[in-house]
């Protein structure tokens, strides 16, 4: 289906972390991450036809964020307020329109939803958002965790597959079946 085919009055365009750390050639990458550049672009000029309200997300941590395995956590340091691996891709077309959604801002515990501790459920439904329509990295990390949180606030959840990419393919495998059992759809 094509993007014009899928959005309508009500739903939400959202991009996850398409930052420079998560492509190829940053500290924590996703095989072939940038692939998803192309692909959520055109989404978002569909979007902004429809007049659907499009949001990104981006890991935005302090630096020695406790995710960083300099710090005890799982990850390389990663995606540091205002460094060029924070930043979006160079190329992602997000336009002016675009509302960006911070997480992995805070000292105590790491966010990989949009959705914790971030206040965007409250957005969405101010906005009159019933679904979302989301892409974007990890697709096996924080796409995963933003869909399955969006279904618990209530939300209906369609993932783009050709906009999303998992670190590994055995994450990718256990992820979309861990939607799918969420209620999740895809297209
Ligand atoms: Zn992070």
Known sequence: MTPEDVLKTGDALVVVDVQNDFCPDGTLPVPTGDEVVAVMNRWIAAAAERDVPVYASRDWHPRDHLSFDTEGGPWPVHC??????AAFHPEL???EGAIV???GTRFDKDQYSAFDDTGFAEELRRKGVTRIVVGGL???VCVHATAKDARAHGFDVVVIRDGTRAISEEGRRKTEADLEDAGVAFV
Do not use: W
């Open 138 to 140: 990890a697709e096996d």
């Open 80 to 85: 540091v307020q205002d460094t060029a691996g």
């Open 93 to 95: 077309a997000l336009g």
């Open 101 to 103: 959604v911070s997480k």
